[in-house]
Nanobody
Framework: VQLQASGGGLVQAGGSLRLSCATS????????MAWFRQAPGKEREFLVR????????YYENSVKGRFTISKDNAKKTAYLQMNSLKPEDTAVYYC????????????????????WGQGTQVTVSS
């Protein structure tokens, strides 16, 4: 499975961006897609996830109410709509996927994801 993240850029504080994560290759429908980010000098941070079949979402508190994850099954693409962006949102954003059984997964743990996109830079100016 290959993931291709895109949509990053430079935006002023209070602005919006929409990131995309397109999947290709051998895929099963039973996986969870997540978005992480990594700021300079910090560890990669979990933001949000969505179940590809059931559409159940879970948001980290830091982005709840500002970020929205969605998916287009036909296009095999997940999206991250980011509103009310803050300078502290500046980071490289990564999409990731796992098809491991849910009882085996800690969704905060980057090592539990087998597929990663290449990352897209988001810079929020003050």
């Amino acid at each position: 499975v290959q993931l291709q993240a895109s949509g990053g850029g430079l935006v002023q504080a209070g602005g919006s961006l929409r990131l995309s994560c397109a999947t290709s290759g051998r895929t099963t429908s039973n996986y969870v897609m997540a978005w992480f980010r990594q700021a300079p000098g910090k560890e990669r941070e979990f933001l949000v996830r969505i179940g590809w079949i059931d559409g159940i979402t879970y948001y980290e508190n830091s982005v709840k109410g500002r970020f929205t994850i969605s998916k287009d099954n036909a296009k095999k693409t997940a999206y991250l709509q980011m509103n009310s962006l803050k300078p502290e949102d500046t980071a490289v954003y990564y999409c990731a996927a796992t098809d491991r059984p849910s009882y085996m997964v800690n969704y905060y743990n980057t090592r539990h994801y087998d597929y990663w996109g290449q990352g897209t830079q988001v810079t929020v100016s003050s």
